[in-house]
């Protein structure tokens, strides 16, 4: 029966992908017999291991939304779910060398977005969990399926740098912000009612309204 190991060796951005995309370059082996592998169906919960690093101050003041006031990160700290990624690897013998596609977004109202974001410099200290069906010959040739054990994972640092370099390729100087209809509704109203010309004035003439000063 096959017993599959998987290790991270690499990561890159994928270039001219439709949307943005990060390249995992993924070694899986075969610890078992020296059956043949006819394919295998992949997934991998990828979590935020954001314990794993140390978060300067400029870092702990953008990450508050998250977890709160600094000196409560002992309670809050916790792994946060990045994404899910799934593919089907090729036939192999003993081990094979695959590229697993992960999508990035950059939505404010998902967690890993706002902890990259509130990211200075470093690395992402992630955790793939892996897990999938694994198709092989049996006696007589015949097809064998079998699971991936749960408890098969592979550790990566990702650099920061990467990330932020595919989302400000796709994304240059913007950023997404999703509103509630009703909301968005509001906002529009303000801005017609004031012959105001851009979203972004319109938020800056919200801001200046506001008590507080806003710092970056």
């Known amino acids: 029966m096959p017993?599959?190991?998987?290790?991270v060796e690499d990561a890159q951005a994928v270039q001219y992908a439709a949307a943005p995309l990060l390249s995992?370059?993924?070694r899986v082996s075969n610890n078992g017999d020296e059956e043949a592998i006819h394919a295998v169906v992949l997934r991998a919960q990828i979590q935020l291991e954001v314990t794993r690093r140390h978060y300067s101050p400029v870092?702990?003041?953008k990450l508050q939304d998250l977890f709160g006031e600094?000196?409560?990160?002992g309670q809050t700290l916790r792994n946060l779910l990045w994404t899910h990624a799934i593919m089907v690897v090729p036939p192999f013998a003993k081990e094979t060398v695959v590229d697993l596609p992960v999508p990035c977004t950059f939505d404010f109202n998902v967690a890993a977005?706002?902890?990259?974001?509130g990211l200075s410099e470093g690395d992402l200290?992630?955790?793939?969990?892996?897990?999938?069906?694994?198709?092989?010959?049996?006696?007589?040739?015949?097809?064998?399926v079998s699971p991936?054990?749960?408890e098969k994972e592979a550790k990566f640092k990702l650099p920061l740098k990467i990330w932020k370099?595919?989302?400000?390729?796709?994304?240059p100087n913007n950023a997404w912000l999703h509103l509630r209809r009703d909301v968005f509704d509001r906002l529009y109203q303000y801005k017609v009612r004031h012959g105001i010309p851009t979203w972004e004035q319109v938020v800056e003439r919200v801001l200046a309204g506001t008590e507080e000063t806003v710092q970056l």
């Open 113 to 117: 977005t706002k902890y990259f974001h």
């Open 148 to 150: 991936i054990s749960w």
């Open 59 to 61: 870092e702990q003041a």
């Open 3 to 7: 017993d599959l190991n998987f290790k």
């Open 24 to 26: 995992f370059r993924l």
């Open 70 to 73: 600094p000196d409560r990160w």
């Open 165 to 171: 370099d595919v989302i400000d390729h796709y994304y």
């Open 125 to 144: 200290p992630l955790n793939f969990l892996f897990s999938g069906t694994v198709f092989y010959p049996g006696e007589d040739d015949r097809l064998q």
